[in-house]
């Protein structure tokens, strides 16, 4: 696991344009960009015991501003509230394990792939579940709207009554733990660091071959090529000086 040491950049708020684009800059003359997130996906993004949004992709995205010369600042809004945020210029950009999917591409433009994740069952130590394909007659909790609900939603039927879906993965991990789902199906990072920060908790986890590997992308206003080329530009650059793996611990394609 990396490490999460690097903490936030940046401590006021400047105005937003209608393009998305922020105009604050700070005494050094270096642009400062606002960055949404939902910072309840540990170890990617959470917050710490003082309030300070951190995680891996926070990591990241430090790296890549340090790498393309501008500051950010980040605001937690949750995972549904963050689709309008960018949208509608709130946020220059958002971080958050967005997975880049064809279907999001029509709404958002995308950063250059900065990780690669893949879909996890966790259940209950004695659950009879082996593979993704035995959840088809079980309740299941998921996150609203990532790329596991989808994945079951394509199993159970969209408007299953055995999809529980809640504003959080914690929560959906609660559900299951609680009785209320049989198992629960999120990214591979969030549930191994949830499995290994719970211990006590009997459960265990179940990779399928049927997931395929999704890649996530910062996610920016449609049409705002400004703030994607600088991204991307970052990007380059940590993937080739060796930043990125040096913080994810694999290359990224």
Known sequence: MACLSILLIGCGAGSTNSSGGSDATNSGGKKKLIVGTDATYAPMEFMDEKGNIIGIDIEIVNAIAEAAGFE???????????FPAVDNGEVDFAVSSITITDERKQSFDFSDPYFIANQLIL???????????????????VQINTTG???????????SSKIVATETMPLAITEMINGNADASVGDNAVIIDYKANNPNVKLKTIEDDSFEKEYYGLMVKKGNQEILDLLNEGIEKIKANGKLKEITGFDVE
Do not use: I, Q
């Open 123 to 141: 259940v209950p130590e004695d659950s009879d579940v082996e593979s993704f394909s035995d959840l088809a007659d079980k309740r299941v909790s």
């Open 149 to 159: 609900h989808l994945v079951v939603a394509d199993l159970l039927g969209k408007t």
């Open 72 to 82: 950010v600042e980040y605001k937690n809004y949750g995972w549904e509230p963050l």
